[in-house]
T-cell receptor, first 112, second 115 residues
Framework: SQQGEEDPQALSIQEGENATMNCSYKTSINNLQWYRQNSGRGLVHLILIRSNEREKHSGRLRVTLDTSKKSSSLLITASRAADTASYFCATDPGGSNYKLTFGKGTLLTVNP | DAGVIQSPRHEVTEMGQEVTLRCKPISGHNSLFWYRQTMMRGLELLIYFNNNVPIDDSGMPEDRFSAKMPNASFSTLKIQPSEPRDSAVYFC?????????????FGPGTRLTVT
């Protein structure tokens, strides 16, 4: 079963607007990661947030984590057409289980 | 660094044939992961290795699938015999530490079509 579930499944916005994607998960985590996948390509790591962190920034990306609600959000500010891609959250449960479990992703389309 | 290298990029084969997918991880990375991605099931972890040793193969669908990592710079995923339902994109990824402790670097994938 999927640990992380992204919402919405698809999002279409205009260039310059902000895009927010959400991820919910079910069990406790050690950290949560966000990845981007352009069409026909492999996944690219964007940002990692640890369970004891609440917010993290990287360029135009802002990630928040609420462990009490078991949810995370990814905000892309001032979106560009090049941001068009699928975005996945991945959870690491920690301990001796090294698996990353990916959600099914949010397909973001940024219209020029 | 060239990143994670996978070959072939595309493979079309007939049902019943053997398929071998290859992966070269990033030099110095000690963990390697094989994933399968389909529209229906999303991205699934098949198996991962740490220091060339298979740690968890619980995601391998059935005995038709096998994976090896004879050394730190090479891994294979074999399907024998292949079936149409194996059609998917197969990704290899590597990381410096173990599992989710560090980010994973993905290869470009192998698109497998079994007819």
């Amino acid at each position: 079963s999927q640990q992380g579930e992204e919402d919405p499944q698809a999002l279409s916005i205009q260039e310059g607007e902000n895009a927010t994607m959400n991820c919910s998960y079910k069990t406790s985590i050690n950290n949560l990661q966000w990845y981007r996948q352009n069409s026909g390509r492999g996944l690219v790591h964007l940002i990692l947030i640890r369970s004891n962190e609440r917010e993290k920034h990287s360029g135009r990306l802002r990630v928040t984590l609420d462990t009490s609600k078991k949810s995370s959000s990814l905000l892309i500010t001032a979106s560009r057409a090049a941001d068009t891609a699928s975005y996945f959250c991945a959870t690491d449960p920690g301990g001796s289980n090294y698996k990353l479990t990916f959600g099914k992703g949010t397909l973001l389309t940024v219209n020029p | 660094d060239a990143g994670v290298i996978q070959s072939p990029r595309h493979e079309v084969t007939e049902m019943g044939q053997e398929v071998t997918l290859r992966c070269k991880p990033i030099s110095g990375h000690n963990s390697l992961f094989w994933y399968r991605q389909t529209m229906m099931r999303g991205l699934e972890l098949l198996i991962y290795f740490n220091n060339n040793v298979p740690i968890d193969d619980s995601g391998m669908p059935e005995d038709r699938f096998s994976a090896k990592m004879p050394n730190a710079s090479f891994s294979t995923l074999k399907i024998q015999p292949s079936e149409p339902r194996d059609s998917a994109v197969y990704f290899c990824a590597s990381s410096l530490h173990g599992g989710g402790v560090a980010e994973q670097y993905f290869g470009p994938g192998t698109r497998l079509t079994v007819t």
